[in-house]
């Protein structure tokens, strides 16, 4: 071990004396090679939080603003690039980012404790509403447990004294309390949210743990109160609507990124109480969505707000006037179907499905044009999601209709078959599960001319030749009900099958034997071109 880092030493001291002895015009062009090297590639020992951790912190430093130009780094940064050691050992999972939302400070603002609103006289207490409104508009810096805890606590009584005003005093929202309460909820909440994890630095959504808030116990009690003052009887829209216009409504929804799922809870049930009490918001709202769901299905595929959206549309949906919309329809195909494509969908799969059964129920006649898009958009190769998929394929034949039924037995029962050979055990097992619903095996009796011929040939395949014991079990089921619904059609399917079986090689080989003269004819023509 010591002879090996004095070898190193002296290779390293050797080379340091050779540099010395070059002329200055070579060192200059060695120095310009390096920093031309140094500038195409950036260095792997760095990520964006270690960088961060470098800068100078105070917010009034001029050469702070001056330095961030387009792809330039402080002059501190770059002093310390060219100082690093290149035999530095990166660090095996780089750091993750800050742990909840940043919220600026300006400076510091001593706050006074205030008296109880119950305390005081009536005609006095919308003035000292008024002033602890004002009061909770200083921020505080939670990521520092130990700093002015004199002021966070007073702000935490202030906020729990209001919310107890408004729910139990009537008549306590007047015309100048609304600019005051809407501002002190969008400064304390409307901020910046931290941009997520990427993949490829080693985050696992489903192993660690959501980063949370910081700051809840002051959100929390803020949430708390917006919600309180929009379902008071005495809130008035036409009031609101002043201050509350479509900018704040749209950093509303850009709140629901947010990973702290009890924001998210909270920013759900703000936001379907704006959608009931705010009719002409109401396309706006929908429109807004749609555009988040855009971005995330065609450009970024990383939202963290998709369920709780998913579940106020559900309701939404459910409050739609028959007959729909052409409007919805599109919705329907544009919008909430091609939702099945992103591979993220287990955070939000029985959302989607809870809205596209509330389509269906709604209009019966939807029923195709949705099978059709989950057979586009079935996977291919991944079994969990294909899991998912056969989930949705049972709940849509739970509220399917026959005559609607007939219309899609046959792409649905035919990707079943397929669902039936996978390998993967947990695919074909959820497939099967299918013979155990009543209602759908009565939607089966009905079309069993139909159906036997599609799902024969892969059951009784598996029924001899698949590795799982559980599956063969769920087969001879399935088998047995076959045949209990149509005896001679089961005996048929099962001759032709017999018959057919032997001629497999056959056809592989003339399949086989048309695919390489085709190779041939392609290589000829080529070759004539």
């Given at each position: 071990m010591m002879k090996g880092i004095k070898v190193a030493f002296s290779r390293k001291s050797s080379h340091d004396s050779k540099s010395d002895s070059q002329s200055p015009k070579s060192s200059q062009k060695s120095k310009s090679s390096n920093s031309q090297k140094q500038s195409n590639n950036k260095p792997s020992i760095l990520s964006r939080a270690s960088i961060q951790n470098i800068l100078p912190t105070s917010p009034a430093d001029p050469t702070v603003t001056a330095s961030f130009k387009a792809n330039e780094l402080p002059k501190t940064t770059t002093t310390w690039l060219k100082g690093a050691s290149k035999d530095t050992i990166p660090i095996g999972k780089v750091p993750r980012r800050q742990k909840s939302s940043r919220f600026h400070v300006e400076e510091k603002v001593e706050l006074e404790k205030l008296p109880l609103l119950r305390e005081m006289a009536p005609n006095k207490r919308t003035e000292l509403f008024l002033k602890k409104l004002a009061q909770c508009q200083v921020l505080f810096d939670f990521s520092d447990p130990s700093s002015d805890l004199k002021g966070k606590d007073i702000k935490g009584q202030a906020l729990q004294d209001m919310l107890e005003y408004i729910a139990t005093t009537k008549g306590a929202i007047t015309s100048a309390v609304y600019p005051e309460a809407i501002k002190m909820f969008s400064v304390n909440l409307f901020r910046t949210i931290p941009p997520p994890i990427a993949r490829d630095e080693g985050y696992d959504p489903d192993d660690d743990e959501p980063t949370l808030e910081a700051a809840w116990p002051h959100l929390q009690l803020v949430y708390e109160f917006f919600l309180r003052f929009i379902e008071s009887p005495d809130f008035n829209v036409?009031?609101?609507k002043q201050h509350i216009d479509q900018r704040f409504l749209l950093q509303l929804l850009e709140l629901f990124d947010s990973e702290d799922p009890r924001e998210r809870d909270f920013l759900k049930t703000t936001l379907h109480r704006l959608y009931g009490k705010f009719l002409n918001y109401r396309a706006f709202i929908r429109k807004a969505i749609n555009h988040i769901f855009f971005q995330f299905i065609y450009e970024t595929e990383s939202f963290n707000g998709i369920a709780e959206l998913l579940e106020i549309l559900g309701s939404i949906i459910n409050g739609f006037a028959?007959?729909?919309?052409?409007?919805?329809?599109?919705?329907?195909?544009?919008?909430?179907?091609?939702?099945?494509?992103?591979?993220?969908?287990?955070?939000?799969?029985?959302?989607?499905?809870?809205?596209?059964v509330?389509?269906?129920?709604?209009?019966?006649?939807?029923?195709?044009?949705?099978?059709?898009?989950?057979?586009?958009?079935?996977?291919?190769?991944?079994?969990?999601k294909e899991v998912m998929f056969l989930n949705e394929i049972e709940e849509i034949l739970d509220v399917v209709e026959n005559t609607e039924f007939q219309i899609i037995m046959t792409p649905i029962f035919k990707r079943v078959a397929l669902c039936i050979s996978s390998s993967h055990f947990q695919v074909a097992e959820r497939a099967l599960y299918l013979w155990n619903n009543e209602f759908i095996l009565n939607l089966m009796h009905e079309n069993i001319q139909l159906i036997m011929p599609l799902v024969f040939k892969p059951l009784y395949t598996h029924s001899q030749q698949h590795w799982n014991r559980t599956i063969h079990g769920l087969v001879y089921n399935a088998l047995k009900i076959l045949m209990e619904m149509d005896t001679d059609l089961f005996d048929k399917c099962t001759l032709e099958y017999k018959e057919n079986e032997p001629r497999i090689p056959q056809l592989e080989q003339e399949r086989q034997n048309k695919w390489s003269k085709l190779q041939i004819e392609a290589e000829a023509n080529n070759n004539t071109i």
């Amino acid at each position: 071990m010591m002879k090996g880092i004095k070898v190193a030493f002296s290779r390293k001291s050797s080379h340091d004396s050779k540099s010395d002895s070059q002329s200055p015009k070579s060192s200059q062009k060695s120095k310009s090679s390096n920093s031309q090297k140094q500038s195409n590639n950036k260095p792997s020992i760095l990520s964006r939080a270690s960088i961060q951790n470098i800068l100078p912190t105070s917010p009034a430093d001029p050469t702070v603003t001056a330095s961030f130009k387009a792809n330039e780094l402080p002059k501190t940064t770059t002093t310390w690039l060219k100082g690093a050691s290149k035999d530095t050992i990166p660090i095996g999972k780089v750091p993750r980012r800050q742990k909840s939302s940043r919220f600026h400070v300006e400076e510091k603002v001593e706050l006074e404790k205030l008296p109880l609103l119950r305390e005081m006289a009536p005609n006095k207490r919308t003035e000292l509403f008024l002033k602890k409104l004002a009061q909770c508009q200083v921020l505080f810096d939670f990521s520092d447990p130990s700093s002015d805890l004199k002021g966070k606590d007073i702000k935490g009584q202030a906020l729990q004294d209001m919310l107890e005003y408004i729910a139990t005093t009537k008549g306590a929202i007047t015309s100048a309390v609304y600019p005051e309460a809407i501002k002190m909820f969008s400064v304390n909440l409307f901020r910046t949210i931290p941009p997520p994890i990427a993949r490829d630095e080693g985050y696992d959504p489903d192993d660690d743990e959501p980063t949370l808030e910081a700051a809840w116990p002051h959100l929390q009690l803020v949430y708390e109160f917006f919600l309180r003052f929009i379902e008071s009887p005495d809130f008035n829209v036409q009031e609101a609507k002043q201050h509350i216009d479509q900018r704040f409504l749209l950093q509303l929804l850009e709140l629901f990124d947010s990973e702290d799922p009890r924001e998210r809870d909270f920013l759900k049930t703000t936001l379907h109480r704006l959608y009931g009490k705010f009719l002409n918001y109401r396309a706006f709202i929908r429109k807004a969505i749609n555009h988040i769901f855009f971005q995330f299905i065609y450009e970024t595929e990383s939202f963290n707000g998709i369920a709780e959206l998913l579940e106020i549309l559900g309701s939404i949906i459910n409050g739609f006037a028959r007959p729909l919309k052409n409007e919805h329809k599109v919705f329907l195909t544009r919008v909430l179907m091609p939702l099945h494509k992103p591979s993220s969908i287990a955070a939000y799969q029985p959302q989607l499905a809870y809205c596209v059964v509330q389509f269906l129920e709604k209009d019966p006649a939807l029923c195709k044009p949705i099978v059709d898009n989950l057979i586009r958009y079935w996977p291919k190769v991944n079994s969990a999601k294909e899991v998912m998929f056969l989930n949705e394929i049972e709940e849509i034949l739970d509220v399917v209709e026959n005559t609607e039924f007939q219309i899609i037995m046959t792409p649905i029962f035919k990707r079943v078959a397929l669902c039936i050979s996978s390998s993967h055990f947990q695919v074909a097992e959820r497939a099967l599960y299918l013979w155990n619903n009543e209602f759908i095996l009565n939607l089966m009796h009905e079309n069993i001319q139909l159906i036997m011929p599609l799902v024969f040939k892969p059951l009784y395949t598996h029924s001899q030749q698949h590795w799982n014991r559980t599956i063969h079990g769920l087969v001879y089921n399935a088998l047995k009900i076959l045949m209990e619904m149509d005896t001679d059609l089961f005996d048929k399917c099962t001759l032709e099958y017999k018959e057919n079986e032997p001629r497999i090689p056959q056809l592989e080989q003339e399949r086989q034997n048309k695919w390489s003269k085709l190779q041939i004819e392609a290589e000829a023509n080529n070759n004539t071109i």
